[in-house]
């Protein structure tokens, strides 16, 4: 079965630093996709930045990036020039394909400090 | 266009009583997605429609809860004679499903507390 495991319940970055984020995953499929999702105080779900497995080049959205490193199964989200509408819980979910139920992480706590 | 809504909000209940809780996916959308979140935790898939195929209901707890998605549309999700153990936050998602490049677009779901 799949997993995906989020180490850090919570981390704190200095407004304008730069902050990582860590996922890593199980699984035996060779084909399939990685998403980070932010959640605020709000409760909706935001999709940040997604990665296809079969693509080697790691995805950027903005000031979002992820370390993508398949054979490791690892997953990290790094957000430059933290902003504070980042603050918000990330979650690092899987999907054997892209219209497939997620399966998420634990959730990362993202504290931001002016 | 108008996102995924749901409804309630929040709902408080008692224990043994039955709640009924709402998700409008996105206009077009053919697949709809059901997650719970319970308190400082990931979701738990729950159940998932796709066009007029059978659902996928292998993440349903038991079988108090059950949905259903009237018209390809609309979808509502049952939880009969509820514990305390159902209070969480049901989420909805929903995605066009019409290629690889789909996204789950969530509602803000609704927080059900159980007495």
């Known amino acids: 079965a799949q997993t995906v495991t989020q180490s850090q319940p919570e981390m704190s970055v200095q407004e304008a630093e730069t902050v990582t984020l860590s996922c890593t995953y199980d699984?035996?499929?060779?084909?399939?996709?990685l998403f980070w999702y932010k959640q605020p105080p709000s409760r909706q779900m935001i999709l940040v930045i997604r990665?296809?497995?079969?693509k080697q080049q790691n995805a950027t959205e903005n000031r979002f990036s992820v370390n993508f490193q398949k054979a490791a199964k690892s997953f990290s989200l790094k957000i430059s020039d933290s902003q504070l509408g980042d603050a918000a819980m990330y979650f690092c979910?899987?999907?054997?394909?892209?219209?497939?139920?997620?399966?998420w992480g634990a959730g990362t706590k993202l504290i931001i400090k002016p | 266009g108008a996102g995924v809504s749901q409804s309630p909000s929040n709902k408080v209940t008692e224990k043994g009583k039955d709640v009924e809780l709402r998700c409008d996916p996105i206009?077009?959308?053919?697949?709809l997605y059901w997650y719970r979140q319970s308190l400082g935790q990931g979701l738990e898939f729950l159940i998932y429609?796709?066009?007029?195929?059978?659902?996928?209901k292998s993440g349903l707890p038991s079988d108090r809860f059950s949905a259903e998605r009237t018209g390809g549309s609309v979808s509502t999700l049952t939880i009969q004679r509820t514990q305390q153990e159902d209070s969480a936050v049901y989420l909805c998602?929903?995605?066009?499903?019409?290629?690889?490049?789909?996204?789950?677009?969530f509602g803000p779901g609704t927080r059900l507390l159980v007495l």
């Open positions: 979910a899987y999907s054997r394909n892209s219209n497939y139920q997620l399966i």
């Open positions: 699984t035996s499929e060779s084909d399939y996709y």
């Open positions: 990665q296809e497995a079969y």
């Open positions: 206009s077009g959308h053919t697949a």
């Open positions: 429609f796709q066009g007029n195929s059978a659902p996928d």
């Open positions: 998602a929903s995605s066009l499903n019409r290629g690889s490049q789909e996204t789950q677009y």
